[in-house]
């Protein structure tokens, strides 16, 4: 098998360097990925919340799943995020924003030294957490999901102790907050531009080989 580097191919061996930095960079760009998030609210006589029997939509950024470096842990910031929690009739009752919410911060923790609010008995869990809107306090939205989760599906409140999936608007009193009854988390199949550069450059590479190869009347590799 001939190598990119030997001498009679300098051109091919800076070919193969370029191939290279292009495959790396395109991975880098790819660490965060984009995820949509979408559910509903239940509705409850104990959270009486403006939220009962509305829904939630948005998406945020993140590089799921996070790393586990202890036996009860771990917290990594989102610092992108944009979702609306809308009423039942269809206005959006609050925007949590990390670019727009003055208030807005968001983080996903792992914690995996209790049984979480959903989840089979001494599984663990992750959690989302989404702050935001225009007002103080910040409404805020709180959603509970299976340990290492890279999507799929909300764990729906249980009134049981611990921290449940549920949102508040405006505040964290029974007459704030709302259930969450359903909600689901999927990738969004976004490629980046510089993964599309990427591929056309590598194409461009392979047709340069191809000439060199050719030129050089040594047959195919």
């Keep these: 098998m001939r190598k990119c580097a030997g001498t009679p191919f300098k051109h091919l061996a800076l070919l193969c360097v370029a191939a290279g930095m292009v495959l790396i960079a395109s991975r ?13 609210f239940g509705t409850s006589t104990t959270y009486t919340g403006p ?15 996070i790393a586990i470096t202890g036996p009860i842990c771990c917290t990594q910031d989102i610092s992108t995020f944009d979702i609306n929690l809308i009423s039942s009739s ?12 003055p208030l807005g911060s968001a983080y996903f923790s792992v914690d995996t030294g209790t049984t979480c609010v959903g989840g089979p008995p001494g599984a663990g869990c992750d959690l989302l957490s989404f702050t935001g809107g225009l007002t103080f306090p910040p409404s805020f939205l709180q ?23 549920i949102a508040g608007f405006a505040g964290a009193d029974p007459n704030d907050l ?12 976004e490629p980046s531009s510089l993964s599309l550069l990427g591929v056309g450059l590598l ?12 030129s050089s009347g040594i047959g195919p590799l």
């Excluded at 965060?32 to 559910?39: E, F, P, R």
């Excluded at 999901?145 to 999936?165: C, E, H, K, Q």
């Excluded at 194409?203 to 050719?214: M, S």
């Design 90 to 101: 269809g206005v959006t009752l609050a925007t949590l924003s990390s670019s727009t919410s």
């Design 203 to 214: 194409a461009g590479l392979g047709l340069g080989v191809r000439r060199l190869v050719d």
């Design 143 to 165: 959603l509970v999901v299976p340990l290492d989760f890279t999507g799929g599906n909300v764990y729906p409140f249980l009134p049981v102790s611990g921290a449940p999936s």
């Design 51 to 65: 939220l009962n029997g509305a829904h939630y939509s948005g998406t945020f950024s993140a590089p799921l799943p």
């Design 178 to 189: 709302s259930v969450v009854s359903s909600g689901v988390i999927s990738p969004v199949p």
């Design 28 to 40: 880098a760009a790819t660490a965060d990925v984009v995820y949509s998030v979408t559910g509903t």
